[in-house]
């Protein structure tokens, strides 16, 4: 299945249960949000959890890119991309958390035809604050599927204060063999879709408040699906990737590890890029410059001749199309070149000054001040490159 076909399933599957399609938003959230990017299809949805109404009902569905920084380390193994698609629904303060969970099980099973022996499910057991969520857990029972209870991988938020809850997540089996152990003692369970009983909201002090309205959000990861679906073992081979596969390796020879971190931040570049974001040294601009920057560094480790001239304008065309991006294909490949050639000349000039005897013994925390404060040298680059 295709993963344009997997949206579309999905969306027609909710509409059919009376939700409404609402348009996802950029990866930039509206003014005032603490946060640099979406994170998740809540994300821009705040306001609606927390109690306004919203003009679409009470029940949405949609599609929506996401920028997760804080899993940059984790780009590269079989499930984690810097930018993805999150499928997503909401009750607000329509139906709970069961409801939510049996149709996302008839999704999954009838609609896309999983074997039902092939899932797991994880639910939330209960702290000193909240009690454990014998709903979902019920449900799952019902349903035959077995379940693991945890209680800080089962409990949701968005940061540090804000709407959250207990959250119920489903794992499907990747493994060769049949199912065994459990989701948080074995990574071949990947996590496909979470169900969130947002009902919640921290508040700045830690304390817990119930929010106005019972609401329920999930949030399934599209290209994790897709990839199980088409019997790909990465997220790398799903078939939104395929241009990338076909074209990046005869550009450039890299070992699996390295074409899947050059693929990852190059496509998200050029996503940021094309919602307007401009490299940067603070914020927004720092994330995109950090992710031009660490695909520069892997290209140049076997080959400095190597660069975003190579790269075919077909790798950028259908990165903005898919995310429907007018931008055009030529200004993200000349501001992606702007930025190469400032990273050359900033390393040029890095050299130098570590040359200098000052820098030859350990550096102490005022040389890596001074670095940075009148070279312009971060601290992990000063660091690479006296390892050179
Ligand atoms: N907000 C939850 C998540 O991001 C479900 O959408 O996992």
């Known amino acids: 299945m295709k993963t344009e076909q997997l949206v579309s399933t999905f969306i027609e599957y909710f509409e059919e249960r009376a939700h409404r399609r609402i348009v996802g938003s950029t990866l930039l959230p ?18 609606y959890l927390e109690g306004r109404p919203h003009p679409l009902g009470r029940r949405l569905v949609n599609v929506q890119r996401c920028l997760r920084t804080t899993d940059l380390e984790e780009v590269g193994d079989a499930t984690h991309l810097t930018v993805f698609e999150m499928l997503g629904t909401w009750s607000l303060g ?14 999954l099973t009838e609609g896309l035809g999983i074997d039902p022996g092939l899932l797991h499910a994880t639910v939330f057991a209960g702290d000193s604050q909240i009690g454990p969520d014998t709903a979902s857990l019920q449900l799952w029972q019902d349903r035959g599927v077995p ?27 990747s493994g060769d063999c049949p199912p065994e152990s ?33 609401n329920v959000d999930t949030g399934l990861g599209l290209e994790r699906l897709a990839s199980l679906l088409q019997g790909k073992s990465s997220v790398f081979e799903c078939d939104v990737f395929d241009p990338w596969h076909r074209l990046v390796p005869t550009l450039w020879p890299l070992d699996e590890p390295s074409l899947r971190l050059v693929c990852d931040h190059l496509r998200s570049a050029i996503v940021v890029l094309g919602d307007g974001v401009r490299p940067a040294n603070t914020g927004r601009g720092y994330v995109l410059r950090r992710l031009v920057r660490r695909v520069l560094t892997v290209l140049w480790r076997d080959d400095p001749s190597r660069g975003v001239d190579d790269l075919p304008v077909q790798l950028v ?15 993200v490949l000349r501001l992606l ?33 001074y670095l940075h404060d009148t070279h312009g040298l971060p601290r992990e680059m000063v660091t690479s490159l006296r390892q050179e």
């Open 30 to 47: 509206p003014p005032g949000d603490p946060v640099l990017f979406t994170t998740s299809g809540m994300h821009p949805l705040t306001p």
């Open 94 to 107: 329509d139906y709970e958390g069961p409801l939510s969970l049996d149709w996302g099980y008839g999704l």
């Open 317 to 331: 065309e259908h990165t903005l199309d898919h995310f429907r991006q007018d931008m055009r294909p030529g200004d």
């Open 147 to 173: 379940v693991e209870l945890t209680v800080e991988d089962n409990w949701w938020s968005n940061g540090p204060v804000g709407p959250c809850g207990p959250d119920s997540e489903i794992f499907l089996w």
């Open 182 to 214: 459990t989701p948080t003692r074995d990574d071949r369970w990947v996590e496909v879709w979470n169900h969130v009983m947002m009902t919640h909201r921290r508040l700045d002090e830690g304390s817990l408040v119930p929010l106005p309205q019972r």
């Open 337 to 369: 070149l702007e930025e190469e050639r400032r990273f050359r000349r900033l390393l040029e000039r890095g050299r130098q000054v570590l040359a200098r005897p000052r820098f030859q013994g350990r550096l102490t925390e005022e040389d890596f001040h």
